[in-house]
């Protein structure tokens, strides 16, 4: 079935390496939405990417949609223990854009 | 602050009887979902309400049924919790039509375990 799933699934890193996950889409998406969910809490929004090939930052996080508008990447400067969490890629398929069809996640341990 | 609240925070009920969870919004948003999520897995939908249209997913239990009276209000009801029912229950909103083109804003959730 239509899917999206993120690579990898957990990553552990040293305070300060850097942290980049993937997200596929087996079909074109809408959107692409990322999310940030801490242990024990609720997902938050992040960020919204609308054209094909985007590229957006916020402070050391960088968010790029790809050109096919398929795929995304998350990728996290000097990661700091603030960062722990799990992080969804979320979109609208282009043929239905009524509801988001969240990635599998990545778990992201930052270890001082 | 405009805001998306659950309640309760943590619910137990027995195996077999009937339970709701109660979602509320300030955000006057269209759109409002309900997720079940359980350890370690992305968000699943369950349904969503565009205003009063209710849109089921195909793979959601016929157990799991919604109500929303009025913009604010949304309710999850679970006519007979089975083990396999204890999870993360997530309400979210969204501006709409097509609630997938805008950000999701979502509650602190309802953590249910059945006895």
């Known amino acids: 079935g239509q899917q999206v799933m993120q690579i990898p699934q957990y990553q552990h890193v040293q305070e300060g390496e850097d942290f980049t996950t993937y997200c596929n889409s087996s079909?074109?998406?809408?959107?692409i939405q990322w999310y940030k969910q801490r242990p024990g809490g609720h997902p938050v929004f992040l960020i919204q990417?609308?054209?094909?090939?985007e590229v957006k930052k916020q402070k050391r996080l960088t968010f790029q949609f790809g050109e096919a508008k398929k795929n995304s990447s998350l990728h996290i400067t000097a990661t700091q223990t603030t960062d722990v969490g799990t992080y969804f890629c979320?979109?609208?398929?282009?043929?239905?854009?009524?509801?988001?069809?969240f990635g599998t996640g990545t778990r992201l341990q930052v270890f001082p | 602050d405009a805001m998306v609240i659950q309640n309760p925070r943590y619910q137990v009920t027995q195996f077999g009887k009937p339970v709701t969870l109660s979602c509320s919004q300030t955000?006057?948003?269209?759109?409002m979902y309900w997720y079940q999520q359980k350890s370690s897995q992305a968000p699943k939908l369950l349904f969503h309400?565009?205003?009063?249209?209710?849109?089921n997913e195909a793979d959601t239990p016929d157990n799991f049924q919604s109500r929303r009276p009025n913009t604010s209000f949304c309710f999850l009801d679970i006519r007979s919790p089975g083990l396999g029912d204890a999870a993360m229950y997530l309400c979210?909103?969204?501006?709409?039509?097509?609630?997938?083109?805008?950000?999701?804003?979502f509650g602190d959730g309802t953590r249910l375990s059945i006895l």
């Open positions: 979210a909103t969204s501006r709409g039509p097509m609630g997938g083109n805008q950000p999701q804003h």
């Open positions: 079909t074109t998406l809408s959107n």
């Open positions: 990417l609308v054209k094909s090939g």
């Open positions: 979320a979109g609208p398929f282009l043929h239905n854009t009524d509801k988001l069809i």
């Open positions: 955000l006057n948003h269209n759109v």
């Open positions: 309400y565009y205003d009063k249209d209710f849109n």
